[in-house]
């Protein structure tokens, strides 16, 4: 497994890796955007505001990928057939290493996302009722100050 810093042209190939991720963790969810909008989105608004970094396997597919800015780890994802492997471990020191005060969300039903935070010294600091999230589902509030 590889770690390194994504590119622009990364950005189509990690909106297809959250797509399948978050599509398999929440499968009842509603699906809200495409896969041209979730491309866009990456693309415009995700890369120019975050860091981001990929993991590709030996072929070079990408698997994962963090973005996280200063404040926020604003994604986290997986392809499940990767996933209890130490990549998102790998991947969240990372983000560790460039702020000693991150802020994420996850919902709620996902507490195995909430369990591996928690592992990594995130506390939860507020629950939802999922009122201002797009999906409206209960999220969480986690928070790692060092």
């Known amino acids: ?13 990690v ?5 399948a ?11 809200l955007h495409t896969d041209e909008e979730d491309r866009a989105f990456f ?16 072929s070079g597919k990408i698997v994962g990928f963090i973005a ?19 990549i998102g471990s790998k991947l969240i020191e990372l983000a560790l290493t460039h702020s000693d005060h991150l802020k994420l969300w996850t919902f709620q039903e996902n507490t195995s996302a909430i369990a591996f935070y928690k ?7 507020l629950e939802t009722d999922g009122a201002g999230n797009e999906e409206k589902q209960p999220d969480v509030l986690l928070e790692r100050r060092l």
């Open 1 to 13: 497994m590889t770690i390194t810093k994504a590119s622009l042209d990364h950005m189509p190939e």
């Open 21 to 31: 991720s978050f599509r398999h963790t929440y499968p009842t969810f509603p699906e």
């Open 119 to 125: 592992k990594h010294g995130f506390s939860v600091i």
């Open 68 to 86: 996280f800015n200063d404040e926020f780890i604003d994604h986290l994802y997986l392809l499940s057939e990767v996933q209890r492997q130490g």
């Open 15 to 19: 909106a297809r890796v959250l797509r």
């Open 43 to 58: 693309t415009d608004v995700v890369f120019p505001k975050n860091e981001i970094y990929i993991a590709e396997d030996a």
